[in-house]
């Protein structure tokens, strides 16, 4: 593996991170401190748009709007579509039975994203509020299973948002990564220490004067919303007019195309300017295994629910490893490498706490 950064400290401790080299093969800390070694598999992104990349902001758009479907009304034909789609990727609650089923004798791990997911998608990105209910259906989740928190928010952000600190949070698509606060009783090593790791550390001054400039190009465009996500900045479509997003585009594109070593991902009506680094969610979730302690283990089953382009990465790196399965949250008929799928937030919540109850009588049965 290319050296990242990463730091090993006290799962005590608080504030700003430090971050040094990571140890070289030779010196591979144990499992738990925050080593892994990661496949290099090419992933399909957008890359840098160019000067001229009329076609590719027009593709972009297209994809902004075929992953955001909102304004489709229901139709005979829309309808047959998602009735094929549902035998495809059946409802993760119909199938619960199954699921559990597949997961006997191993340890599940969960992994989940935030908007979209726990929380509603909202128009305004700061205002994506956490239910009582929700919050408290993770934090008995978080009692029975490990679980993570896998988001392309800044970490500090989602943390506020979530506020317990008994989970694994994973920030900006997984660049920011930290351990509970308490010491974890699911770490299999149990001299191992909370981890921090932070593999793009050095984009950081690039990634602050992006955002700078991009706040001042697209101020005047009505409803965008720029958000620095510390290691990646998101640039919001959500309460832009559909016939402003090829301008809105065009603006971003005018401060990208500057930036060679950082490249354009697109989600549900948001564009994300990250670094070129080979790091994403499935990596993130690799790494989270193996500071686990399940590095190359059969008896681990880990489960990632979300509902952005962002988590197919977490769904493939699943389905590659033969381990575990991906549940998309979607109310429309998507490409996916997901297994099974989930309509809405609600559901997500109706899906956990059937998770813990069925975790609660295996329990008592032993």
């Not at 958000?227 to 959500?238: A, D, P």
Request: glycine letters at 6%; a positive charge; one cysteine or more.
């Amino acid at each position: 593996m290319t050296q990242q950064n990463v730091v090993v400290c006290n799962t005590k401790s608080s504030g700003d991170l430090s971050v040094f080299p990571a140890a070289s093969a030779a010196q591979k800390p144990p499992v738990g401190g925050g080593y892994i070694s990661i496949s290099r598999r090419p992933r399909r992104v957008l890359k840098n748009l160019e000067i001229n990349g009329d076609n590719r902001i027009n593709a972009l758009v297209e994809s902004m709007r075929a992953s955001s479907p909102t304004h489709l009304k229901s139709t005979p034909s829309l309808t047959e579509e998602h009735s094929s789609w549902i035998l495809r990727y059946p409802s993760a609650l119909d199938m619960f039975d199954e699921i559990m089923n597949g997961s006997k004798g191993k340890q599940i791990v969960m992994f989940l994203d935030y908007d979209g997911t726990l929380s509603p998608i909202v128009e305004d990105p700061d205002r994506a509020f956490m239910s009582n209910s929700m919050r408290k259906t993770v934090r008995k989740l978080a009692r029975y299973f490990p679980t993570a928190i896998v988001t392309g928010r800044c970490k500090d952000k989602v943390y506020n948002f979530v506020r317990l600190a008994e989970l694994y949070y994973a920030g900006s698509h997984g660049m920011d990564i930290k351990g509970p606060t308490r010491t974890s009783k699911y770490n299999r090593d149990s001299n191992a220490e909370g981890v921090l790791f932070q593999p793009a550390s050095e984009f950081l001054p690039m990634i602050d004067e992006v955002y700078q400039q991009l706040m001042d190009k697209t101020k005047s465009t009505p409803g965008a919303k720029v958000e620095n996500n510390k290691f990646c900045v998101s640039v919001h479509f959500r309460c832009v007019d559909e016939k402003k997003w090829t301008e809105l585009l065009h603006q971003v594109q005018s401060v990208l195309k500057e930036y060679p070593k950082l490249r354009l991902t697109q989600g549900r009506k948001v564009v994300e300017i990250r670094p070129t680094i080979k790091w994403d969610k499935g990596k993130a979730l690799e790494f989270l295994l193996e500071s686990l302690g399940f590095a190359n283990c059969n008896d681990v089953f880990p489960i990632y629910i979300g509902d952005d382009r962002t988590d197919e990465d977490a769904f493939k790196k699943l389905r590659d490893r033969g381990q575990g399965l991906g549940v998309l949250v979607s109310k429309f008929p998507k490409d996916t490498s997901a297994s099974y799928s989930l309509q809405e937030p609600n559901e997500v919540m109706e899906f956990l706490q059937r998770l813990v109850e069925w975790r609660k009588v295996s329990m008592r049965a032993r």
